[in-house]
């Protein structure tokens, strides 16, 4: 047993509880491996800044990121994440709907885009800086809109992350982020203007301001237990795409700058004049150019040899498709969705790519979005919806608020296969038909009334059309088909 012992202890064995850890070693193998044992609140007050900045540029330089970046707000929020009201008053009901449908017309603050391209820009900044602020900003009866409230967004530099100091009363500040003394966030203290902003000369960048943490909606993804501000989703790949840009970037111009030498013309006597058509230097050197049909005579004793730019070999394509396989691990995203590369792929390995990282995209929907930014805005709007007379509901506003968010509906590979299956759980009584729908990123009952109305206007017209086998909508008889006779 002691000669066992020591052949282990030798080999690197387990011979305690405490050697068994094999990540824990300190041993030749991982003698250089020693990680500060740090916080991420941290890494990212000192990193924070130099990250985000990176960040950005990559998702603008390069090619791969941007896409990436695309790929990720379309799947997150795709046409917008859309609320169904629990009201149980269907007229009610529709009159909420309606009303929230026309102010999401007037949501965003600087009149860009609507309340679902705000979704949009959220999510595009969770993935170049991992968070976003959405401040809301209550307005005038007078200002004519649907509901007084705006949206304003903000970016992350905003918020400074170098901001950390103690107050009086227990009070302290992280980040850029007020807490009680019970933990509580109650304020944030933003930049008046954007530090990278040159073209903003109103106020300096270092000055700040304090907001209510009610007015105020962090958008992020919490990672790690007492997280206080969000990381980049581009993070992980940060430098794999960097590097192989760069690789990119000077394997073209490698190969640009020798094929611009087409030939190189060698002279037993360098002293005797250049061919004609030839720039000289300053140096005796000279570059000739080349014109299509050109025959060049040469004088006695110069000899041309033709450049023979070395190719980039076999092994470029597929240290490239490794490489991009390993960014699309990083950012969690298909490699397809990534490059645009369907070569390789078929049915059976999109589909099982695509349930993955869908899983993925539903939790970041209902975990991140749903929780972080509609809820709270809807709550908000119905609040002030009520105090603008908007609503004139004769119960609070808080039995307004019941609410589901549909996330946007999924597009197959091959849709016909999901949608007889969905029948057939229907048929099955394994799936309601308002899941089934809601899946689809619509409400039951908005189209419950516009089959409804369909089936009327084709009975008003004498029209008749195929709804399910042997059965037709309408009081018309549905044309039949003239049959092939060459079929049996």
């Not at 066992?4 to 405490?18: I, K």
């Not at 006597?269 to 030839?278: D, I, M, N, R, T």
């Not at 709550?379 to 808080?398: K, N």
């Not at 307004?400 to 197959?412: K, N, S, Y």
Request: hydrophobic share 40%; proline share 6%; aromatic share 6%.
């Amino acid at each position: 047993m002691p000669l066992l012992d020591g052949l282990r202890r030798r080999l690197g064995g387990p011979t305690t509880a405490r050697s068994r850890l094999e990540g824990a070693m300190a041993r030749r193998r991982l003698r250089g491996w020693q990680p500060p044992l740090e916080n991420i609140n941290s890494l990212v007050a000192s990193g924070g800044p130099r990250l985000l900045a990176r960040a950005r540029e990559l998702v603008v330089t390069n090619g791969y990121a941007a896409n990436a970046c695309e790929a990720f707000a379309s799947n997150l929020v795709g046409d917008g994440i859309k609320p169904s009201s629990l009201i149980s008053d269907p007229a009610f009901r529709d009159h909420v709907q309606r009303l929230w449908l026309a102010w999401t017309d007037e949501a965003d603050a600087d009149g860009l885009t609507d309340f679902y391209g705000l979704q949009a820009m959220v999510a595009r900044e969770m993935f170049v800086a991992g968070e976003c602020f959405v401040r809301m900003r209550p307005r005038r009866l007078e200002d004519g809109l649907t509901v007084p409230l705006q949206l304003q967004l903000l970016q992350s530099e905003m918020l400074p992350f170098e901001m950390t100091e103690a107050l009086e009363g227990g009070r302290r500040i992280r980040c850029g982020i007020e807490f009680d003394a019970i933990g509580r966030r109650i304020a944030y203290h933003f930049r008046r203007s954007h530090p990278g902003d040159s073209t903003d000369h109103r106020v300096a960048a270092y000055e700040t301001v304090r907001v209510p943490a009610s007015e105020v909606l962090h958008i992020y993804r919490p990672i790690d237990a007492g997280q206080l501000r969000g990381l980049p989703h581009v993070a992980p790949a940060m430098v794999r795409l960097f590097l192989l840009d760069q690789y990119d970037d000077a394997e073209l111009d490698r190969k640009k700058t020798a094929a611009m030498f087409a030939g190189f013309i060698t002279k037993t006597a360098p002293e005797e004049a250049l061919l004609s058509g030839v720039e000289a230097a300053e140096d005796g050197t000279g570059t000739v150019s080349l014109e299509p049909g050109t025959l060049q005579v040469l004088l006695p004793g110069e000899d041309v040899k033709f450049s023979s730019p070395a190719d980039v070999g076999g092994g470029f394509e597929a240290f490239q498709y490794r490489t991009l396989l390993a960014v699309s691990a990083s950012l969690g995203l298909p490699y397809h969705l990534v490059t645009g590369d369907v070569r390789q792929a078929n049915y059976s390995s999109l589909r099982a790519e695509l349930v993955e990282f869908r899983r993925r995209v539903e939790q970041l929907q209902h975990g991140v979005i749903a929780s972080q930014l509609c809820r709270p805005v809807w709550q908000r709007w119905i609040d002030a919806a009520v105090l603008a007379g908007a609503l004139e509901a004769s119960s609070p506003s808080g039995a307004l608020r019941p609410v589901q968010w549909i996330p946007p509906r999924w597009d197959w590979v091959d849709p016909l296969k999901d949608i007889q299956a969905q029948v057939l759980a229907i048929e099955s009584g394994l799936l309601s038909r308002r899941k089934a729908v809601e899946a689809t990123g619509y409400d039951i009952e908005e189209i419950d009334r516009e089959n409804a109305a369909d089936a009327t206007r084709a009975a008003d017209l004498g029209l008749a059309y195929r709804t399910s086998p042997g059965e037709t909508q309408g009081t018309r008889a549905t044309p039949q088909q003239t049959p092939d006779p060459n079929e049996e």
